[in-house]
């Protein structure tokens, strides 16, 4: 088991050297300059020059690279040329904002999604079961943004029950909660849909097997059989939670935009359109590592619960 | 289940219940900015940097006076009481500071505050020289060489040649506290915790969240002392989020609210000001290739645009046409002879007079355009209304939208580059807030790039005199006529498409009282108060 860990772990450097390089390369050549973006359009040609200069971008590409890469690796993300911050701090801040909403999201729409999917199973091709297809469908088709938008101009604008944006980083635990709801419930959407869409199939699968039908004949209950379903369906669902919930932290671009909530995928957008690329390499760098470590811990879990898994 | 129903149901209605209570006379600003501006003294984040927070925390010698919406904003003393230029030595200026002025930290201003600042922006190996803010607004202050001390409050500047744009370039200059400094030695640290002598004190520095402040109650202007008792500056790039944020009441004040939503706001009560302000929106020609190169056919494209069509249908009355640089009524007008009003048939003659006839020779050319940017308005929308102009007078526009930093960084780099050879123009706003900015970068022979932005390039040794001939003039009113001369002759060469002007709309909570929008890109906050 520690072996098989330690061995992931070890595979994860590549990983993620390879990913630095791609963000890397991806960031310097797409075109706009960071220097345009934080000194006045109309600054001397001289003057961007020395400012250039001062940051190390007149050095060639490779060697940005190597700098750059020689300070992460002593946990020094650099600097934003923004905000001159700590790309650390920004980035700390940053994941902390997407973590409570990630959670929130994700509890809700697993909550909500795992119910859905197993009474959908349970019933299929009842009312019950094309409701919660519809809901599923509906989750996964109706842009999140979109989403948000509307939220906002119904119980912000209309109704004013809810803040529109923000994160109420000063306003105690009920003004972020206020804050959060909107953005969750927003957020929750794609993965409630996927997830109810996944429940649904692999309780199915599991339902049409030689094995429910034993137990059923072996007079067990209905609340019997529903937990043997729930266990042999659980590694699928595992696998899929995991990577919803990696998507929830790194896939929020949009919706935190749309409420400009302070997590990374605000931060991420924030540092594109200003082309502050230390923190921009700085946040997908520690996304990269995020997701690396939630397939490892998901992959984990998945052993713990299917022990056949661990003996292949 | 019907417990966890109840309980959600309440907590949702306790967190829809416990709405905030804004402070008593609190007002806060959704920004257009992406980010907090610099708060370290010499701003970043443009012209809106400086309106929000280099002017509200700091002060330069001379200033504007926004206290007036009737007239084009002048620059009035601001921590300098008087100046004026040596009669026997006309490149050195002497300025008699303001006394018994103090700095947020309580230190006072005085003559080492201000070469302490200009050190900061000019003198590449002081301890205190600030990079970042260097870069800012050093090209702002092209003109100054070199500044001394004569005595405790008086400072005198030393110019490389003799020119009157000096005002005009020490209005950027903001003046931060050497005590503060001190006390960190790091800008950073200083911008977390700046020192200004402005009218608003720094409390709060959330980065790229929010910028909170407070009334500065010992400000040395009696007048000018803050109505309100906080200041709250939110950075919300997202038209839409802002809109939301100014509907559901989590500001008082917004900048450029949507065209479309201004019926809107305007039905629900909400205050929208505007007044007329020195920006303009334009096409910039290539005028050493085809077809922009042909004076003719610059006019014709300029008499083919419906501009009030522009105002009126697209941006709901928040601009106004714009048939030169500079707007009818400024000071810098004139009398040109070309009034570019709406005139397809004018333009057609024109085009045929240029030797291109409409379908069996189009004049062909690609512009590159922004899909959003700072000051850029409703760039798709007015682009797509402009190309059918165009085309309906014989006139073939290709447009290329890229992404607004992109466009900056091409148009910097001037169209003899691999990437911008195949291009005739680009779109981009302007300001022109004093002669260099409205004039001199733009068309003097010497702002050929890359030592500036004459990206054209326009080569006119007559604009050329005008200009240094403005800068000789230190009569204000005299200089004034000069440039007008100069405008008029720009207008009549057309080395632009003039489209419109910007009116630079906001929109204000009906809570929000006695502000008064100049014509200017800054503001005078501290008229404004905010009732309950």
New interface residues.
Partial sequence: MWQYVGRRLLLAIPTLLGASIIVFAMVHLA???PI?????????????E??KK?YGFDKPLPVQYVVWLGKVVQGDLGRSI????AVIL?VRDALINSLVLAVSSSVLAFGVGIALGLLAAFRQGKALDKLASGIAVIGVSVPHYWAG?IL??VF??QL????????????GV??Y??HM?LPTVALALIPLGVITRVVRSAALDILAQEFVLALRAKGLFDRRVFLHVVKNAAPQIFTVLGLQFGFQLGGSVLVE????W?GTG??LN?AI???DIPVLQGVILVLAAFFVLLNLLVDVLQTLVDPRIARH | MTRIVVSIVSLVVALALASPAAAQGTLRIGMTASDIPYTGGQTDNGFEGFRFVGYQIYEPLIAWDLTRGDRLAPLVPGLAESWEVRKDQPTKWVFKLRKGVKFHDGSPFNADAVVFTYESIKKKDAAHFDTYGSAQVTFRLASLTGIKKIDEHTVEFETNKPTSFVPYQLCYMLVVSPAQWQKFKDWRKFAEQPSGTGPFKVTRLVPRERLELEANKTYWDAKRRPKVDKLVLLPLPEPTTRLAALRSGQVDWIEVPPPDSIPQLKGAGFQLVMNSYPHNWTHTLRLDKEPWNNKLVRKAANYAIDRVGICKNLLNDTCIPATGIAYKGHPWFGKPKETYAYNPAKAKALLKQAGFDGTKRPAKAVHLISTSGSGQMLPLAMNELIQKNLKDVGIDVDLQPVEWNTLLTRWRAGFKTADNEGLNAWNISWNFLEPWSGFGRFFHSKSVVPVSVNTMPYLNPEADKLIDEAERTFDIARQNEVLAKLHEILVDDAPWIFVVHDLNPRALSAKVKGFVQPQSWFVDLTSASVTR
Avoid: C, K
Wanted: hydrophobic share 55%; aromatic share 8%; net charge negative.
């Fill in positions: 075109p706009g300059d345009a973006a934080v000194m006045p359009a109309d600054a001397s040609g001289a003057d961007i020395a400012t001062a923004a905000t001159r911050r920004d938008i906002i101009i912000s604008v004013n029950w809810l803040p529109a944006m923000g994160a109420a980083s000063d306003g009920i003004e909660l206020r709801v935009a749309v409420f400009s302070p605000y931060l924030l359109f200003q082309r």
